[in-house]
C-alpha cells in the first residue's frame, strides 16, 4: 500500500499550476453521451476519477483517444449501449450517477448501478429521482441499480428542488437537454461548475440559459453535436494549496484559475490574517505574522465550499489561540478526519454539525489515515505544516481527486514523497 510521506515545517514558496476541475469535468465526460458525436474535452486533471469515468464509457462502447500529455481526451459516444456501465466502477465513485441524466436524455431509459463517493453518512438520491419521475421517467433505485423509463419519452416540466442539490441539478440538466418545449429549474444549485456544464451543452447545440442563477431554463433541441471544449480550473484543488500556503506560513502563487470563484475562501483566509493578492488568473498567499481564530459555516455556492471544510478546519487548529466554529451546512457527516487530527495533537470537539476547534498554533507529526477525498487533503496540510514527520495511508481517496499533489507540493518546497518513492 502507498503512503505519503512529509517532513513538516517548511514554509512552501513558489508558483502552482491548477488542474481542470474534477467536479465539471466528470458530468461533462458523462454529457458527452448525449451528443452521438465526438467531442474533445482540453484541460481534464489526470485524477482516478477522470481515468475510471474514461473506463466506463469506453466499456459502454465509447471510443476514446487520451492524450495526458496534453490532458486532452476525444471521445465519440456514437456507439454507447445503453444499460451497460459496470457496476464495479460505476460503485467506485459519486458522479456516475450522472450515467441515468444522460442514458434518460438520450434513449430515454437508464440502468445503471447506485453510485460510491466519499462516506459523509447517508447521501439519498430521492431528488434525482423525483426530478426523473417529473420529466416522465418511472424510476426505481430499490435493487442497488438506478432504472428508469419513460414510455411516452421524456418532456418538459417545472421541477423546483426541495434541497439545493449539484448532483440533481446536473442530472436534471442532462436528461431534460432534448425534451421538447421549455424544462424550467427552480432552487437549481449555482455551483461554477454547473455553469461549465451548461456552456459545454450549449456548445453542442443546447439551448440552456441561467446557470449560476437559482433558476434554469433549457429549450429542448433535437441533437446535439460533438465540439471541443476546455474545463475551468479546479476552484477546490486552488483552494487547498492556498489554505497549504498559509498554513506553513509561506508564500504561494496560485495560478490558472479564476479568482472570482474562490471569493469566499480569499474572504475567510483575509479574516484569519494571510494576504491575498488577487490577479487576473492567479492568486498569492502570503503568511504575515499569525493566524487568527474565525468561524465559518459550510454552504451552497456562493458560500464557503464544504470541500473546503477539513483543510480549513486543519488551519484553524494552527491559529494562535482562540476558539474557532466550523459547521457544515452541506453535509451531516463530514467529520470523520477529526479522530485523524486528533492523532497530530488537534484540540477539536464535534458537536452536531460543528466543530469546535480550539488554536494551539501547532501539530506534531503522526501516522494518520485519509479517510476521504478532501480529508485527505486535509492531513497533507496538517503534515505540510506539523513539527516531524507524517505518514499517511489510504491515499487512493486522494488520488481519486487531485492531479500529482506530491509533485505539485515539491514544487514549492514541500519535503512530502509517497511511500513507493522510498
Ligand atoms: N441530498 C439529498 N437528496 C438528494 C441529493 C442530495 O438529501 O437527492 C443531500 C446530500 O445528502 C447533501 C446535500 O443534499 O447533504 C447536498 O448534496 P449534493 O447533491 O449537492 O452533493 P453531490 O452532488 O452528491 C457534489 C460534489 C461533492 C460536493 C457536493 C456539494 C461531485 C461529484 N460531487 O456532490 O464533491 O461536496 O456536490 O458541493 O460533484 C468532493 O469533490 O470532495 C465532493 C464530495
Same mark, same amino acid.
Given at each position: 500500500?502507498?503512503?505519503?510521506?512529509?517532513?513538516?515545517?517548511?514554509?512552501?514558496?513558489g508558483t502552482i499550476e491548477i488542474s481542470g476541475m474534477k467536479n465539471a469535468a466528470l458530468p461533462i465526460l458523462i454529457g458527452s453521451i448525449?451528443t452521438?458525436d465526438k467531442c474533445e474535452i482540453e484541460n481534464l486533471p489526470d485524477i482516478d476519477d477522470v481515468r475510471i469515468t474514461l473506463s466506463i464509457l469506453s466499456? !459502454?462502447?465509447a471510443v476514446i483517444e487520451e492524450n495526458w500529455q496534453e490532458n486532452t481526451v476525444t471521445i465519440d459516444t456514437t456507439?454507447? %449501449? =445503453?444499460?451497460?456501465?459496470? /457496476?464495479?466502477?460505476?460503485?467506485? !465513485?459519486?458522479a456516475?450517477?450522472?450515467?441515468?441524466?444522460?442514458?434518460?436524455?438520450?434513449?430515454?431509459?437508464?440502468?445503471?448501478? =447506485?453510485?460510491?463517493? =466519499?462516506?459523509?453518512?447517508?447521501?439519498?438520491?430521492?431528488?434525482?429521482?423525483?426530478?426523473?419521475? #417529473?420529466?416522465?421517467?418511472?424510476?426505481?433505485?430499490?435493487?442497488?441499480?438506478?432504472?428508469?423509463?419513460?414510455?411516452?419519452?421524456? &418532456?418538459?416540466?417545472?421541477? =423546483?428542488?426541495?434541497? $439545493?442539490?449539484?448532483?440533481?441539478?446536473?442530472?436534471?440538466?442532462?436528461?431534460?437537454?432534448?425534451?421538447?418545449?421549455?424544462?424550467?429549474?427552480? $432552487?437549481?444549485?449555482?455551483?461554477p461548475h454547473?455553469?461549465d456544464l #451548461?456552456n459545454f451543452l450549449?456548445t453542442c447545440?443546447?439551448?440552456?440559459?441561467?446557470?449560476?442563477?437559482?433558476?434554469?431554463?433549457?429549450?429542448?433541441?433535437?441533437?446535439?453535436y460533438g465540439c471541443t471544449y476546455t474545463i475551468i480550473p479546479d476552484m477546490i484543488e486552488a483552494?487547498?494549496f492556498?489554505?497549504? #500556503?498559509?498554513?506553513? %506560513?509561506?508564500?504561494?502563487v496560485i495560478d490558472n484559475i479564476i479568482?472570482?470563484h474562490?471569493?469566499?475562501?480569499?474572504?475567510?483566509?483575509?479574516?484569519?490574517?494571510?494576504?491575498?493578492?488577487?490577479?487576473d488568473e492567479s492568486?498569492?498567499?502570503?503568511?504575515?505574522?499569525?493566524?487568527?481564530?474565525?468561524?465559518?459555516?459550510?454552504?451552497?455556492?456562493?458560500?464557503?465550499?464544504?470541500? !473546503?471544510?477539513?483543510? !480549513?478546519?486543519? *488551519?484553524?487548529? *494552527?491559529?494562535?489561540?482562540?476558539?474557532?466554529?466550523?459547521?457544515?451546512?452541506?453535509?451531516? $457527516?463530514?467529520? %470523520?478526519?477529526?479522530?485523524?487530527?486528533?492523532?497530530?495533537?488537534?484540540?477539536?470537539?464535534?458537536?452536531?454539525? /460543528?466543530?469546535?476547534?480550539?488554536? &494551539?498554533?501547532?501539530?506534531?507529526? /503522526?501516522?494518520?489515515?485519509?479517510?476521504?477525498?478532501?480529508?485527505?487533503?486535509?492531513?497533507?496540510?496538517?503534515?505540510?505544516? #506539523?513539527?516531524?514527520?507524517?505518514?499517511?495511508?489510504?491515499? &487512493? &481517496?486522494?488520488e481519486r481527486g487531485y492531479s500529482d499533489i506530491v509533485g505539485k507540493l515539491r514544487g514549492v518546497?514541500?519535503?512530502?514523497?509517497?511511500?513507493?518513492?522510498?
Open positions: 500500500m502507498e503512503k505519503i510521506i512529509i517532513k513538516g515545517g517548511k514554509p512552501l514558496k448525449l452521438e466499456q !459502454m462502447g456507439k454507447i %449501449k =445503453c444499460g451497460s456501465a459496470p /457496476s464495479e466502477l460505476v460503485r467506485q !465513485m459519486r456516475s450517477y450522472y450515467i441515468a441524466g444522460a442514458e434518460l436524455g438520450r434513449f430515454g431509459r437508464t440502468s445503471v448501478g =447506485c453510485p460510491g463517493g =466519499c462516506d459523509f453518512g447517508e447521501r439519498p438520491i430521492d431528488q434525482h429521482l423525483k426530478a426523473f419521475e #417529473a420529466i416522465g421517467a418511472f424510476v426505481d433505485s430499490s435493487n442497488g441499480l438506478i432504472e428508469g423509463e419513460a414510455p411516452g419519452g421524456i &418532456h418538459n416540466t417545472e421541477f =423546483c428542488f426541495d434541497i $439545493n442539490t449539484v448532483g440533481g441539478t446536473i442530472n436534471l440538466m442532462l436528461a431534460a437537454v432534448k425534451a421538447p418545449g421549455l424544462t424550467v429549474i427552480e $432552487n437549481a444549485a449555482r455551483e454547473i455553469v #451548461a450549449n447545440g443546447a439551448n440552456i440559459s441561467g446557470a449560476g442563477t437559482d433558476t434554469i431554463k433549457i429549450k429542448g433541441v433535437e441533437k446535439l483552494g487547498t492556498m489554505v497549504a #500556503a498559509a498554513a506553513t %506560513k509561506g508564500d504561494v479568482p472570482k474562490l471569493e469566499s475562501i480569499t474572504q475567510k483566509l483575509r479574516q484569519i490574517g494571510v494576504e491575498v493578492i488577487e490577479n492568486v498569492e498567499v502570503k503568511y504575515r505574522d499569525g493566524l487568527k481564530a474565525i468561524s465559518l459555516r459550510a454552504l451552497p455556492y456562493p458560500g464557503f465550499p464544504t470541500d !473546503m471544510q477539513p483543510q !480549513m478546519c486543519t *488551519l484553524m487548529c *494552527l491559529a494562535d489561540k482562540g476558539l474557532s466554529i466550523i459547521t457544515d451546512g452541506v453535509y451531516n $457527516n463530514r467529520f %470523520k478526519y477529526v479522530t485523524q487530527l486528533k492523532k497530530m495533537g488537534a484540540d477539536i470537539h464535534i458537536n452536531e454539525r /460543528s466543530a469546535i476547534v480550539s488554536g &494551539h498554533g501547532k501539530l506534531s507529526g /503522526s501516522s494518520v489515515k485519509a479517510v476521504d477525498l478532501r480529508a485527505g487533503a486535509a492531513m497533507i496540510i496538517a503534515g505540510l505544516a #506539523a513539527d516531524g514527520v507524517t505518514e499517511i495511508e489510504d491515499i &487512493h &481517496h486522494i518546497g514541500a519535503d512530502i514523497l509517497k511511500a513507493d518513492e522510498v
